[in-house]
C-alpha cells in the first residue's frame, strides 16, 4: 500500500534539483508501480515527473519507464523526509548521535546478503528472476573482524546466491596526524560541503569512471572515496580503497579510504564525514562535528569491509555488477547475547 506524500507536489519540485543519469549509462526499467513504493506516493505523482522533465522511456505497451538510480535521487532530493532513500539515511546514521565510545566498543551482529532480484521485489512486465547472483564476502582478515561460532568463509572471493554470518565487529578510535594528508581529506569533504559536486546516488557504471562523476559534478561514498584514494596515491601515500556494508536496521553498501600511517591502515570516510559535517535537518540526519571529526582516522564497529581493495561492486547478477536496487537484500540486526 503507498502513502500519499504529505506535499503532493514535493516530487514534481525534486526534478532539477539532482544530475540525472547521463544517456550511455542510464536504463529505464522502472515502473510506476515500483517507484510509488520507493517513493511512498501514489501512481499519479509518479506519473507527473515524466511531465517535469525526469528522463524517461516507454514499454511496448506504453507505460512509464525510469532509471531507478534518477528515482531515488528524486526521493533524496524531494524534502519530505518520508521517502525509503530519505528514512534509510536517517536510520544508517543515527548512530553518529550516539555517544563517543559506542561508536568503537566491540559490537556482535547477525548479518544476512541475500539480495534482491527484481526491483522493490516485484518484476517488471515479462522479466524474470535473475540467476547467478554472487556476492563478496566479507573481509575476515581484517582488523576488528571476527566471526563467531567457528564459522569460516571459503578462500573464494564470491559466493553464489549470498551468506549469513555472525560477526563481531570492533572499532578503533584514531586520527591521522599527517597535515599533507589533511589537506587532500580538506579538499574533498569540502567540496561536497560547498555543494560544488553533488552527494546523490550514482549508478554503478559512473560509480566505474569515478573521475567522469566528480567531473559531472556528482558523487556518492564510491566515488568520494576512490578520487580520495587516487589523491592520496599520486602524493606517494599508501592508500586503498575499501568496500562493504553499513550495518544498522538493515544494511547498505558503502564505501571508504585507508591511509596507512603509524603502522596500521586508518580510515576516511569523506561522506560519512561531509553528512555529519553540515547534518542534515530535513532528512533527520544530525549535525555532529565530534562524529565528523572521528571519520578522518577513526574505524567504526558498524563497518563491514568485503573482501576488495579497490571498491568493486560487492554483487553481481552473471558477470555484470548488480543495480542500487540488489541492496535491499542486505539486512542486519545487532546479536543479542545470554
Known amino acids: 500500500m503507498t502513502v500519499e506524500l504529505a506535499q503532493p507536489e514535493a516530487l514534481v519540485h525534486a526534478v532539477g534539483r539532482f544530475r540525472t543519469a547521463p544517456k550511455d549509462i542510464a536504463r529505464y526499467d522502472t515502473g510506476v508501480d515500483t517507484a510509488a513504493r520507493a517513493l511512498r506516493a501514489t501512481p499519479d505523482q509518479v506519473g507527473r515527473l515524466a511531465a517535469a522533465g525526469l528522463p524517461h522511456s516507454r514499454d511496448t505497451e506504453g507505460a512509464l519507464l525510469f532509471d531507478y538510480d534518477d528515482l531515488m535521487n528524486v526521493g533524496m532530493f524531494c524534502g519530505t523526509g518520508q521517502t525509503v532513500p530519505e528514512l534509510g539515511l536517517r536510520f544508517l546514521m543515527r548512530f553518529a548521535a550516539t555517544a563517543r565510545p559506542s561508536w568503537f566498543e566491540p559490537r556482535s551482529w547477525e548479518v544476512g546478503v541475500h539480495p534482491a532480484r527484481t526491483a522493490a521485489g516485484a518484476p ?27 564459522q569460516r568463509l571459503p578462500d573464494g572471493p564470491l559466493a553464489e546466491g549470498g551468506y549469513e554470518i555472525a560477526v563481531r565487529l570492533t572499532g578503533a578510535d584514531r586520527t591521522v596526524h599527517d597535515p599533507a594528508v589533511r589537506a587532500v581529506w580538506d579538499e574533498v569533504v569540502n567540496t561536497l560541503a560547498a555543494r560544488d559536486v553533488l552527494y546523490q546516488t550514482v549508478p554503478e557504471a559512473l560509480r566505474e569512471d569515478h573521475h567522469r562523476a566528480w567531473g559531472l559534478g556528482v558523487a556518492d561514498c564510491v566515488v568520494a572515496s576512490r578520487l580520495l584514494t587516487d589523491m592520496l596515491l599520486e602524493r606517494g601515500y599508501q592508500a586503498r580503497a575499501r568496500r562493504g556494508y553499513l550495518l544498522g536496521l538493515f544494511g547498505s553498501d558503502h564505501a571508504w579510504c585507508e591511509v596507512f600511517e603509524d603502522g596500521v591502515y586508518k580510515s576516511l570516510d569523506p561522506v560519512f564525514g561531509f553528512v555529519s559535517k553540515l547534518g542534515d535537518r530535513t532528512r533527520g540526519v544530525a549535525e555532529s562535528p565530534e562524529f565528523a571529526e572521528a571519520c578522518f582516522g577513526g574505524r567504526f564497529n558498524r563497518l563491514l569491509p568485503c573482501r576488495t581493495e579497490s571498491a568493486q561492486p560487492l554483487v553481481y547478477f552473471a558477470d555484470a555488477p548488480a543495480p542500487y536496487w540488489a541492496m535491499a537484500g542486505v539486512g542486519a540486526r545487532p546479536r543479542r547475547t545470554a
Open 124 to 150: 517488471q512486465g515479462s522479466a524474470a528472476r535473475l540467476p547467478e547472483v554472487s556476492v563478496r564476502l566479507p573481509d575476515d582478515q581484517a582488523p576488528g573482524v571476527e566471526l563467531l561460532d567457528g
